[in-house]
Nanobody
Framework: QVQLVESGGGLVQAGGSLRLSCAASGGTFTNYHMGWFRQAAGKDRDFVASISIGGGFTYYSNYADSAKGRFTISRDNAKNTVYLQMNGLKPEDTAVYYC????????????????WGQGTQVTVSS
């Protein structure tokens, strides 16, 4: 069973950047599709981005419309880590960001993922 620990959140001004990291342990990282979700106060948990297991050097990534062109998901299998580079941050990006893993499939619904981190807070000031 994989354990996930997010880091890299913080307070940033609008237009700034952050890179979130999610370190995986306790499982074979290359067996897991990975995703990032976020949850703003009082709202549902929303999909941000996902990246597939891939083959060779090819990984398939997918983004929510709100993330396209600003956020980039990547994975480093040697470090058992998935990243979310966030540029051009907006106040509406403020949320707790969660990393998730699935060995069943990749998608944009939370119920696809069986393993979750504890979350990292991202706050964007205007």
């Amino acid at each position: 069973q994989v354990q996930l620990v997010e880091s890299g959140g913080g307070l940033v001004q609008a237009g700034g950047s952050l890179r979130l990291s999610c370190a995986a342990s306790g499982g074979t990282f290359t067996n897991y599709h990975m995703g990032w979700f976020r949850q703003a106060a009082g709202k549902d948990r929303d999909f941000v981005a996902s990246i597939s297991i891939g083959g060779g050097f090819t990984y398939y990534s997918n983004y929510a419309d709100s993330a396209k062109g600003r956020f980039t998901i990547s994975r480093d299998n040697a470090k058992n880590t998935v990243y979310l580079q966030m540029n051009g941050l907006k106040p509406e990006d403020t949320a707790v960001y969660y990393c998730a893993a699935s060995d069943r499939g990749v998608g944009n619904r939370p119920d696809v993922y069986d393993y979750w981190g504890q979350g990292t807070q991202v706050t964007v000031s205007s």
